[in-house]
């Protein structure tokens, strides 16, 4: 399959702050990907969709202006949290499909820690 | 109702039974069926893909949809310790947007 990479795996950073996290794909041009939040023992909760030289679509409930997501290039697509809050800790992770497949390859995830 | 329902256990099963996992669905739309294995703080990886109701196997994993009952189903044969991991339905229509099932935690007990 595919495969994505995400960094960091692993944040944890004071309430107020930004956090950023990328995924790539390492193996073939990603025109779109998806990013995902997952809080313990909950499934994936779709967050936005990202397309590659155009803005991110947002899902109902999830506010633009708080998670910036840029996709800059066929390879990398970057989501930021701005002015995070406890509340935002959680495992976030994108995927994307493989060129010309329909289905969808996830990375490693990220973990965030707020305090 | 949710458009995908999966109870997400936990299920404990003895190394070598069979485990079954099972999802059912509200929206006639999705015509594409996913499982995908999720271990620990780690990121889902896809297990079973399929798009016609019937059976799909793949070695120990067998993949069942039946489109007329909205239901879909992952049986693993033979089971390990490996296998033990959260296992996650998803099913989309003609776009790309997946939905996704509670997930499923399984534990095979050595």
């Known amino acids: 399959g595919a495969v994505v990479s995400q960094h960091p795996s692993r944040v944890i950073c004071k309430s107020g702050t930004s956090v950023k996290i990328e995924c790539r794909s390492l193996?073939?041009?990603?025109?779109?990907m998806f990013w995902y939040r997952q809080f313990p023992k909950q499934s994936l909760m779709l967050m936005a969709t990202?397309?590659?030289?155009?803005?991110?679509?947002?899902e109902q409930g999830v506010e633009k202006d708080k998670f910036l997501i840029n996709h800059a290039s066929l390879t990398l697509s970057t989501l930021t949290v701005t002015s995070a809050h406890p509340e935002d800790s959680s495992f976030y992770i994108c995927?994307?499909?493989?060129?010309?497949?329909?289905?969808?390859?996830f990375g490693p995830g990220t973990r965030l820690t707020v305090l | 109702q949710k458009e995908v329902e999966q109870d997400p256990g936990p299920l404990s099963v003895p190394e070598g039974a069979i485990v079954s996992l099972n999802c059912t669905y509200s929206?006639?739309?999705?015509?594409?069926f996913m499982w995908y294995r999720q271990y620990s703080r780690k990121g889902p990886e896809l297990l079973m893909y399929?798009?016609?109701?019937g059976n799909k196997e793949d070695g120990r994993f067998t993949a069942q949809v039946d489109k007329s009952s909205k239901y879909i189903s992952l049986f693993i044969r033979d089971s390990q310790p490996s296998d033990s991991a959260t296992y996650l339905c998803?099913?989309?229509?003609?776009?790309?947007?997946?939905?996704f099932g509670k997930g499923n935690q399984v534990v095979v007990i050595p």
């Open positions: 995927s994307t499909n493989s060129g010309g497949t329909d289905t969808q390859y």
């Open positions: 929206n006639s739309a999705f015509q594409y």
């Open positions: 399929t798009y016609s109701s």
């Open positions: 998803a099913m989309r229509s003609g776009n790309n947007r997946l939905a």
């Open positions: 990202s397309n590659e030289g155009s803005k991110a679509t947002y």
């Open positions: 193996d073939f041009q990603a025109t779109t």
